[in-house]
């Protein structure tokens, strides 16, 4: 498949490198009694919203394998998958919940960090070696799973999907004493 408008790869870098930048500020400044404070519009608090940010990464990460799996089979066999994933919500919800809730106890700011840079550097690598014409193979999604999932979308929105999820969830911390997004804003966290 050719895609009719090439990505702007630096871009997807620039943004990688800025999350980056920004997630380590978060939590190299937090104090412990900031991370402890609840978020505005979630149920987490803001140590484990960060590590929420973070999975959006891991999920991509994952995402990418199944793209390129989906991107091969017939069209009805992905759509018939994303109407079964999005059939899953309920429970998806709930693991999407308490998996930062567990996470942040084994996980300190130090892994969680080293994380984060490994995640970074691995979707830096992949999107570096994509050829153009992978990026617009695509797949159907789950679209009651995440705002940001379309019902259909290419590799080269999966490689951006991160980084909207991860700025839409940074307005929802509250590490600065003060909401930094409006309550109920958006996620089932």
């Known amino acids: 498949m050719a895609n009719a408008h090439p990505m702007d790869r630096q871009a997807v870098y620039d ?3 800025r999350v980056r930048q920004t997630f380590h500020h978060l939590l ?6 900031d991370l402890a404070r609840p978020t505005s519009g979630t149920r987490w608090n803001n140590k484990q919203l960060l590590w929420h940010m973070l999975f ?7 995402l990418l394998f199944l793209v390129r799996l989906f991107g091969r089979l017939p069209a009805g066999v992905g759509k018939g ?4 994933l999005d059939a899953s919500t309920v429970p998806f919800d709930l693991v999407n919940y308490l ?3 567990g996470a942040v106890k084994v996980c300190g700011r130090r892994r969680t960090g080293a994380a984060f840079d490994h995640l970074i550097d691995s979707l830096h690598r992949k999107l570096a070696a994509e050829p153009e014409a992978a990026l617009a193979c695509g797949m159907h999604y789950p679209t009651r799973w995440d705002p940001f999932f379309r019902d259909f979308m290419t ?13 839409f969830h940074h307005a929802q911390l509250t590490l600065d004493g003060e909401a ?3 309550e109920g804003a958006g996620s089932p966290g």
């Not at 190299?28 to 009694?33: G, K, Y």
């Not at 959006?56 to 994952?62: A, E």
């Open 155 to 167: 590799i080269a929105d999966l490689y951006r999907y991160p980084t909207q999820h991860f700025d």
């Open 99 to 101: 998996g930062p809730c």
């Open 56 to 62: 959006g990464y891991v999920l991509t990460v994952r």
């Open 180 to 182: 930094a997004g409006t």
């Open 28 to 33: 190299d400044s937090a104090s412990e009694a």
């Open 81 to 84: 998958f994303a109407r079964l």
């Open 15 to 17: 943004d990688y490198e």
